[in-house]
């Protein structure tokens, strides 16, 4: 067999086996060096976990520095990192689609001291925005800066932002507060995922495609 017919039959063959066709749907998020070094430096602060009702300046409006909860983490990750308000952007939408978002609450209206600060809301806002990505079992789908959330013990929704590091079984971890402060631990796979998310800030608001 001549050399250059045997090499494109190699490269045919790799092209269309198991191993070279297993890519991610989607690649990985462009500022995710910035999301996840800003989202790590919080694991820092000492942040006490408070869900209490707060009224807030707007836009740009934020609890007590040293008070948070999960979706703190979250925006003041993207905040931070992107000058992205979710506090702005969740608030305008659901004046403009309020009837698109949970009704958990009984609110009758949008409420831009708390709407961005509860998980379902922010579940929608991100799937209505073109962010949500498949939720599976395999590791290599959830990159660094990615949003997850979960229902902790099935019922309870929490959120958190994917990290550059793994454990020791390859899993991405994860940077979250789910009460004692913002950790990085290996949290994923180890309670029910409710939704998976790759949330670019920009006009089109599409995920980015390999």
């Known amino acids: 067999m001549r050399p250059i017919l045997s090499s494109i039959l ?56 040293d008070t948070g ?3 703190d983490v979250v925006i003041r990750t993207f905040r931070t990192a992107l ?31 708390i709407d961005h600060r509860r998980v379902p809301n922010l579940e929608t806002f991100l799937k209505r925005k073109g962010a949500a990505l498949s939720v599976t079992k395999n590791p290599e789908d959830y990159r660094p800066g990615d949003i997850v959330s979960w229902r902790l013990g099935g019922r309870l ?33 180890n309670t029910d995922i409710k939704g998976h998310y790759r949330f670019l800030p920009q006009p089109n608001m599409k995920p980015v495609r390999p």
């Open 10 to 65: 190699i490269l045919s063959w790799l092209a269309f086996s198991p191993a070279a066709t297993a890519k991610t749907p989607y690649g990985a998020h462009p500022n995710s060096v910035q999301l996840v070094e800003t989202a790590r430096a919080r694991t820092h602060l000492d942040i006490r976990y408070d869900p209490k009702y707060v009224r807030l300046s707007y836009p740009g409006g934020d609890v007590d520095p």
């Open 69 to 71: 909860v999960c979706t």
């Open 83 to 113: 000058n992205f308000d979710f506090q702005k952007a969740v608030h305008e939408d659901m004046r403009a689609n309020f009837s698109s978002y949970p009704k958990n609450w009984g609110l009758k209206r949008a409420d831009k001291n």
């Open 157 to 189: 929704p929490h959120i958190g932002i994917v990290s550059d590091k793994k454990s020791e079984w390859g899993t991405p971890l994860v940077i979250h507060n789910v009460g004692g402060g913002v950790v990085e631990d290996d949290l994923l796979f």
